[in-house]
């Protein structure tokens, strides 16, 4: 199992920014898909973001296209996800998750296998 842990998070006024990090022990990083969930008190925990191996595909949930942006260092085994223009609903425990049966963007969290600790995002309005 890949052991992932998040950065990052933190309290910031609407319409600010954050940027997750995501760093990812191992060596085989650059072969698997990597995606972002968030969990929101009282609500189940939902897809946010994915990204493929390599980087070339990413998908996003309806909600957080045009302000979110995830993307991926192979390099340092590190996954981001850029957002802004936040929300006072995008407060949430927001966690990395690893697919390694899969290359291409996933988007249910049944098919990831590791998951981070989650970093908390809080959105003042």
């Given at each position: 199992q890949v052991q992932l842990v998040e950065s990052g998070g933190g309290l910031v006024q609407a319409r600010g920014s954050l940027r997750l990090?995501?760093?990812?022990?191992?060596?085989?990083?650059?072969?698997?898909?990597m995606g972002w969930f968030r969990q929101a008190p009282g609500k189940e925990r939902e897809f946010v973001a994915g990204i493929s191996w390599?980087?070339?595909?990413?998908?996003?949930?309806?909600s957080v296209k045009g302000r979110f942006t995830i993307s991926r260092d192979n390099a340092?085994?590190?996954?981001?996800?850029?957002?802004?223009?936040l929300k006072p609903e995008d407060t949430a425990i927001?966690?990395?998750?690893?697919?390694?049966?899969?290359?291409g963007?996933?988007?249910?969290?049944?098919?990831?296998?590791?998951?981070?600790?989650?970093?908390?995002?809080?959105?003042?309005?």
């Open positions: 990090s995501c760093a990812a022990s191992g060596r085989t990083f650059s072969r698997y898909a390599n980087g070339d595909s990413t998908y996003y949930t309806e340092t085994n590190t996954v981001y996800l850029q957002m802004n223009s927001y966690y990395c998750a690893a697919a390694r049966r899969f290359m963007v996933v988007m249910t969290a049944s098919a990831y296998d590791s998951w981070g600790q989650g970093t908390q995002v809080t959105v003042s309005s």
